[in-house]
């Protein structure tokens, strides 16, 4: 099949060719003759398997037929997204596919001024790309009309529900016509984006081109087992030694995924941070140099899992494992995209068993678990203690104006718990960790000391003499970034 024989315009078919697409994805050959037709779709594949295009392409083509086409500023079709990134990225795939149509598109979404985004709506698009929380405070401010929108996407559905974003979707649903196209898209469809489904969707074309909550076939899945104060030295030996280019590092919070960074950077491997809390320019700095190579590592949160568009990324290594086993999905599907190959690794702390055993009954088989090998342990930061994972734990949101929760760690009390083994500064010895290894301070609640006796918080272990010195701690429990609903 190709995709004229799907029933594209010519003007579609010059730029999807110029995209160098030879023929239409699964996604695409079962959803664009829907869409063309004018039917709700409900879909459900892979990511890196086109879903963008599935429904950008049909929705341009029917936006250009509308002999209403260029009569009203407002918008007649909308796309809602979770991130600002996968917002960014539908937008520029519109304008490829675009380039040789006369409409106009926009996108709009939180961490930026919304001065110019009010701008650009008052010279009016046919088509809208938004985060739910701007696209609600434009229209509070009166700077938008949905009530010409003849098509509405829900892009990522499952990671809307996830990220609190069901009563902006259902505010959202008010300030459409009630006679309109409602297309569902995403990479894993739990139960209750089936219930969303029923609510808004009429009589869908069910289209799902891969078995529910599947990963990617080309993905190369495997597994350490190694202790939680060990894993920065792993990861920095297995990107040394592996001679990685680039890698995609997730963890569970904001405040992880900077001291992350930071450490790496310590051990000579460039590396940033990308999250709800950073700036929007923060965060297209950083991509912008992943993708160029000049940076390594990036080090991101579940916000990063989604909207980021990275050709032939060849790692990601999932450092902590996710709270929800469906984000174990997304995180390794960023990888292998494409008809691509890639390889996913998952660093195990013996506290994150349960959390592995919900993704392996989630993929239905085990992950395969790799001997740790010998690896130096080098002259990073010391990885403060955070307790067992919970729910709270994950990155919630985009950092558009709302204040994240009160967590990180205490301060160390002096006097009890075990006493962290000094290392040398400059010496290097090795560590191979035995599967299944058992630690007192899991057993016991108790943690490593991640600074000394009367140091700044949040600074980890300092250098003495050419040594880092560990203070006594006391078990601590993790706080996370518990912001409740969040905005993007």
């Not at 405040?255 to 700036?279: D, F, P, T």
């Not at 601590?476 to 905005?487: D, H, L, P, V």
Request: hydrophobic share 35%.
């Amino acid at each position: 099949m190709s995709f004229s024989d799907l029933g594209l315009l010519p003007e579609l078919l010059r730029a999807v060719q110029e995209k160098g697409y030879s023929a239409p994805t699964p996604i695409q050959a079962g959803t664009i003759p829907a869409i063309l037709a004018g039917r709700d779709v409900l879909a459900g594949a892979q990511t890196g398997t086109g879903k963008t295009a599935a429904f950008v392409l049909p929705i341009l083509q029917r936006l250009t037929q509308d002999a209403a086409h260029g009569a009203h500023p407002a918008p007649r079709a909308l796309v809602l997204t979770p991130t600002r990134e996968l917002a960014a990225q539908i937008a520029d795939n519109a304008t490829g596919y675009g380039r040789y149509l006369k409409l106009r598109s926009a996108v709009v979404f939180g961490g930026v001024g919304i001065n110019p985004q009010i701008d650009q709506l008052r010279r009016g698009c046919d088509l809208l790309i938004a985060t739910p929380g701007r696209l609600l405070d434009l229209s509070e401010q009166g700077a938008l009309n949905l009530s010409r929108v003849s098509c509405f996407v829900l892009d990522e559905a499952d990671r809307m529900l996830d990220m609190g974003f069901i009563h902006a979707i259902r505010r959202v649903l008010k300030l459409l016509p009630a006679q309109r196209q409602n297309l569902m898209f995403s990479a894993t469809y739990s139960e209750d984006i089936r219930a969303l489904a029923q609510r808004f969707l009429h009589d869908p074309v069910n289209v799902e081109v891969t078995s529910r909550n599947s990963t990617a076939e080309r993905v190369t899945q495997s597994l350490y087992r190694v202790p939680k104060e060990s894993k920065r030295h792993l990861l920095a030996h297995l990107i040394n030694e592996g001679n990685w280019q680039q890698v995609l590092v997730f963890t569970r919070t904001k405040h992880g995924a900077n001291r992350l960074a930071k450490q790496l950077e310590s051990a000579g491997i460039n590396s940033a941070a990308i999250h709800g809390n950073k700036s929007q320019a923060a965060r297209v700095r950083a991509l912008a140099d992943f993708k160029s190579l000049r940076v390594t590592a990036l080090v991101a949160t579940e916000v990063a899992a989604r909207g980021l568009d990275i050709k032939e990324l060849p790692h990601v290594v999932n450092y902590e494992l996710p709270n929800v086993p469906e984000d174990y999905v997304h995180r390794i599907g960023r990888t292998a995209r494409a008809g691509a190959s890639g390889a996913a690794v998952s660093l195990v702390s013996p506290d994150e068993e349960p959390l592995l055993r919900d993704i392996e009954r989630l993929l239905k088989r085990p992950i395969e678990t790799t001997a740790v090998p010998a690896f130096p342990i080098l002259n990073m930061p010391a990885e403060p203690d955070r307790g067992p994972p919970r729910e709270m734990h994950r990155d919630r949101g985009a950092g558009n104006g709302n204040r994240g929760g009160r967590g990180g760690p205490r301060r160390p009390q002096q006097g009890q718990g075990q006493r962290q083994e000094r290392v040398p500064g400059n010496a290097a010895r090795t560590a191979a960790p035995q599967d299944g290894q058992r630690h007192s301070a899991h057993r016991h609640g108790e943690s490593h000391g991640s600074r000394p006796a009367g140091a700044p918080r949040g600074e980890g272990g300092r250098r003495f003499g050419g040594e880092r010195r560990g203070a006594r701690t006391q078990g601590e429990r993790g706080g996370g970034a518990n912001s409740g609903w969040r905005r993007a």
